[in-house]
């Protein structure tokens, strides 16, 4: 709370830079990164393949460490964010365990952080309902479709109702409508939750309907190429994507990656 | 259904060549009898003395048959005469070296993926442990355990571990090995411990490939435990009916244990893919 009320960012990137060292020499995923995220904001990631988006989101998550600059989140490293359980993540592939049930699978979170059995029946429940999986807690992964799976996965993540959200794709295998309809069950999961999102996506239209903040990237090196800040407000309903105000963002979008590319040549 | 005929087609090919071959193997035997005799057989007359001889070379499928039933149910249990005798100290080796065998691969297997020193030193010297003939090894364990006073089930179960922990090290290194790293990551996103990554990802994991290697490991604790009668002259268990059914020429015998061992090592893996299956049905792996 204190965090909205002094404007501290949740995610502070300066000048940050990340380069594998490979056999074929160094690649430089991420270069000259800067961006700040508030809280409650939700912002998009978009580019084309290999212009580092996950890189950037596992740096955040603490799975990847930046070689250049300063990445805060919550004013901390982060790894001691990591340590202090501060994001859900969610991959582009559900990775259900197959030996849990839903239900059981939702819970891995909450028993390795300690919940009380209690407690954690209450959670599971709770974000079953969320993500309109109720019915489903006692059955294993493989009985159900792709796109209950990721509903599932989304729950994990939400289970232990850390502040921030990072999710790399997660829609990415799934046909239009259903995309649809998780696009309009995580807004209404942000307007309740109050959760800072990153989320990562290859759609503009999907980039512009979720987000306050549209984040393009472009490749070789990794690097960001425009900010937008959305002007459409945080109440949308799915026909608001006629609007000519959604239009001229996603053009802006479209234009900013296409920027991007003529670079490369 | 369907596939018991090819089944039977292919069991009863197998038989028809082996009466061909006992027809021809023993043949030597009864015209060097008749050439002493001073007669001639013809073939209708030789066919049948091959088939019924006491010590042949290859005894037919019939006869061991009869040594089978004879050994297993024409005795009590408790003679020595009896099969069932036989086949349960053999057995008894087995389950104990089997449940040490299994018992150090999922120790070392576990060291393995958690230690790098382990894993760069513990695999190699599995990997020679099986290079290392078993029957030039099974004797020396079975004189040294002697010479320390410890002799009968233990020496064998020894040599019948020192078979199996190897696959189950393998299988087991492999299984809990085999979370990937989006799984890995995930745990790492919850600050989860090593052993929290132990108990709830890599173990339950790698139950597939534990059993796998069970499966294997069992087949070779028997040859193991059978391996390990032959060197010091045992009075029981299958392997002294193997050995003293070779000094003594009786081939009947020597068949009639060799099924036993091969029907004791199909039920042992039978039961090891019983007890797979309700495992990993309950676990949720089994469709
Ligand atoms: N572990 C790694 N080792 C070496 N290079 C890597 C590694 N991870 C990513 N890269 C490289 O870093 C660059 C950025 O990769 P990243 O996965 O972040 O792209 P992306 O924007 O997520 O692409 P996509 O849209 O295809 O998912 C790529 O050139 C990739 O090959
Ligand atoms: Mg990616």
Not at chain 1, 248 to 265: M, N, P, Q, T
Not at chain 2, 62 to 70: F, I, S, T
Not at chain 2, 222 to 247: D, F, H, K, N, W
Request: proline share 6%; with cysteine.
């Amino acid at each position: 709370m204190s965090d909205a009320a002094t404007g501290r960012p949740v995610i502070d990137a300066r000048k940050v830079g990340l380069t594998f060292q490979t056999a074929d020499g160094p690649v430089h995923a991420l270069k000259d990164v800067n961006l700040s995220v508030m809280k409650g904001d939700f912002v998009s990631f978009i580019g084309p393949s290999g212009c580092g988006k996950t890189t950037f989101l596992r740096a955040i998550a603490a799975l990847e460490h930046p070689t250049e600059g300063d990445l805060r989140v919550n004013g901390m490293t982060p790894d001691e964010a990591r340590k202090r359980r501060a994001y859900g993540y969610v991959f582009q592939a559900a990775g259900l365990y197959p030996w849990r049930t839903i239900a059981g699978n939702i819970r891995l979170p909450l028993e390795i952080m300690g919940f009380p059995k209690p407690e954690q029946d209450r959670r599971v429940k709770d974000v079953l309902q969320l993500v309109e999986l109720e019915g489903f807690g006692k059955k294993y992964p493989w009985q159900l479709s792709g796109g209950m799976q990721q509903r599932a996965s989304i729950a994990r993540a939400l289970a232990f109702d850390a502040d921030i959200l990072l999710m790399d794709e997660p829609f990415g295998a799934l046909d239009e409508i259903v995309r649809d309809r998780l696009n309009e069950a995580l807004l209404k999961l942000w307007a309740q939750t109050g959760k800072t999102i990153g989320f990562v996506t290859h759609s503009i239209p999907e980039a512009v309907y979720l987000s306050t903040k549209i984040v393009v990237m472009s490749p070789r090196p990794g690097r960001i190429t425009d900010v937008i800040e959305s002007p459409l407000p945080r109440e949308r309903p799915l026909d608001i994507r006629d609007s000519a105000e959604f239009i001229a963002i996603a053009h802006r979008v479209r234009e900013g990656l296409r920027a991007g590319h003529s670079y490369d040549d | 259904m369907r596939s018991i005929l090819p089944v039977l087609t292919v069991v009863a090919v197998i038989v028809a060549l082996w009466y061909a071959a006992a027809v021809a193997m023993n043949a030597t035997w009864v015209r060097d009898q008749a050439a002493r005799a001073g007669t001639e057989v013809s073939f209708q007359e030789l066919v049948p003395r091959t088939l019924a001889q006491d010590r042949p070379v290859l005894p037919a499928p019939h006869q061991v048959a009869k040594g089978l039933w004879d050994g297993w149910a024409g005795q009590a249990v408790t003679s020595r005469r009896s099969l069932v005798y036989h086949a349960w100290i053999t057995l008894s080796a087995t389950l104990v070296g089997f449940g040490i065998g299994t018992g150090l691969g999922i120790l070392l297997a576990v060291g393995i993926i958690h230690n790098r020193a382990m894993d760069q030193s513990v695999m190699p010297w599995a990997i020679a442990s099986q290079t290392i003939p078993i029957l030039a090894i099974a004797p020396m364990i079975i004189v040294v355990m002697n010479s320390i006073g410890v002799s009968g089930l233990l020496p064998k179960a020894i040599i019948s571990a020192y078979l199996s922990f190897f696959p189950v090290v393998v299988g087991m290194v492999t299984g809990l090995r085999s979370p990937d790293r989006m799984q890995l990551d995930l745990l790492s996103t919850y600050n989860a411990s090593r052993s929290q990554t132990f108990w709830k990802l890599r173990l339950p994991a790698s139950m597939p490939y534990l059993f796998a290697s069970l499966k294997v490991g069992i087949a070779a604790s028997l040859v193991g435990a059978i391996v390990g009668e032959l060197p010091t002259g045992a009075v029981a268990g299958l392997g002294a009916r193997l050995l003293q059914g070779s000094y003594y020429g009786q081939t009947i015998q020597i068949w009639a244990a060799l099924f036993t061992a091969a029907i004791v090592a199909a039920a042992l893996v039978g039961i090891v893919g019983a007890v797979q299956a309700v495992v990993l049905k309950r676990m949720g792996m089994a469709r």
